[in-house]
């Protein structure tokens, strides 16, 4: 186990700026108009392929209802016939993805604080589920600090998770109710990624968003051997929902803003799990594009590829670059929304530019409260309202 001050920063991730001003991000090129259409050439990936049009012929398809569900996920191997159905109030439930009842897979209510930000926010499976049965959880304990906790699948049919198996990798001491982060993700190099919160309060009260030797407002790779932690992403504010694209290795985090702004960011593979410097988002020193703390520095501080204002909308929704092939108007494109709005959106992925052809999908979900993929690349919606929600190719009329 871990606390707050076992941590390994990659090298040279926050070297010092030459000056009293922090290293200035590039603004962002302007993103084309919501909504505009791109011709058939320019709607390709990086590598040329082509990619959805993002013209929507998708609907929504329910999966069932449960009570503030937060997360879905599925194992690896081991379980397809199943996805995992996270609430807030500390329940996963084991759900038929062909409809049936759910059944209870793990409750940890009596661990949690839940409400606002807080709660079971996520379950990760380890890649080897099937031989393992080793899962993990990220919540708020009842003391309000993050925990990240293996679980080990019990031999019952049908299976649970066993309680009495609990072993803690990291805890993480906080100082105020929000900004938890809470997704636990395995990425492409096999390793465990938990995204961080900058503490809470507002304005980076602790400035720890910029500070190497804190494990808040980060992306940290965690050693599920022994729990020790290191920064593979810094200068977050409360990436809620963060995913890898399942074809490139690539890194797309939804970070919710302060004052002004939502923001989407992105790494390419590489410089996720390299041997080079974190990537640094800004936070503090900036929101979003713009100068925010002008006592915080950001060396090398990589613009956003997508940022929106406020208007109507609240916090950003992290999504998924689509790889379902049944989904042909989003293939290749980063689906993401607003928790207020609720409105569905897409444009190309392409780490490390602005977002191209961004537009809405036609569909909503109110207080949308996640996303989740399974180990076929379907794509699952949640609202915290209760309702879970596949996106499926809509019927022919």
């Known amino acids: 186990m871990v606390t707050a001050t076992a941590l390994v920063v990659a090298a040279a991730a926050t070297g010092c700026g030459g000056s009293d001003d922090p290293t200035t991000p590039t603004t962002p090129s302007e993103s084309p108009d919501r909504g505009a259409a791109e011709s058939g050439e320019d709607r390709r990936d990086r590598q040329g392929a082509p990619v959805g049009d993002g013209s929507g012929d998708v609907q929504l398809t329910e999966l069932g209802d449960f009570e503030q569900p937060l997360h879905v996920a599925q194992p690896a191997d081991g379980d397809d016939g199943h996805v995992y159905v996270v609430e807030q109030c500390g329940r996963i439930h084991r759900v038929p993805v062909t409809g049936g009842e759910p059944e209870l897979f793990l409750d940890l209510a009596e661990l949690i604080v839940c409400g606002g930000e807080q709660g079971l926010l996520s379950v990760a499976f380890d890649p080897d589920y099937a031989a393992s049965g080793l899962l993990y959880v990220y919540y708020t304990d009842t003391d309000g600090d993050e925990r990240i906790v293996e679980y080990r699948r019990s031999p019952s049919m049908p299976p649970v998770a066993d309680p009495q198996s609990a072993r803690e990798l990291v805890r993480i001491e906080d100082f105020a109710s929000n900004h938890n982060g809470g997704l636990l993700l395995f990425g492409p190099d096999g390793h465990l990624y938990a995204g961080t919160g900058d503490g809470g309060g507002a304005g980076d009260p602790e400035r720890t968003a910029q500070d190497p030797d804190s494990p808040l407002g980060k992306l940290l790779r965690v050693d599920t051997d022994d729990g020790d932690t290191e920064v593979a992403a810094l200068g977050l504010r409360n990436p ?132 989740g993929e399974d180990a076929a690349g379907h794509l699952y919606a949640t609202s915290l309202e209760g309702p879970v929600y596949r996106l499926t190719p809509a019927r022919s009329r």
């Open 240 to 371: 809620w929902r963060f995913s890898f694209d399942r074809e490139t290795g690539d890194l797309w985090i939804g970070d919710v803003g302060q004052d002004e702004l939502e923001e989407i960011d992105s790494a390419t593979r590489a410089q996720i799990t390299g041997n080079g410097p974190a990537p640094n988002f800004g936070w503090s020193a900036f929101e979003g594009s713009h100068r925010y703390n002008r006592d915080q520095r950001a060396p090398g501080a990589r613009p956003p590829t997508l940022e929106y204002g406020l208007d109507g909308r609240c916090s950003v929704t992290g999504g998924y670059v689509v790889r379902d092939r049944e989904l042909e108007s989003l293939y290749g494109r980063y689906v993401y929304g607003d928790y207020c709005e609720g409105e569905l959106r897409s444009f190309i992925a392409e780490p490390g530019g602005a977002a191209r052809d961004d537009r809405a999908l036609g569909l909503r979900i109110p207080s949308l409260s996640s996303f």
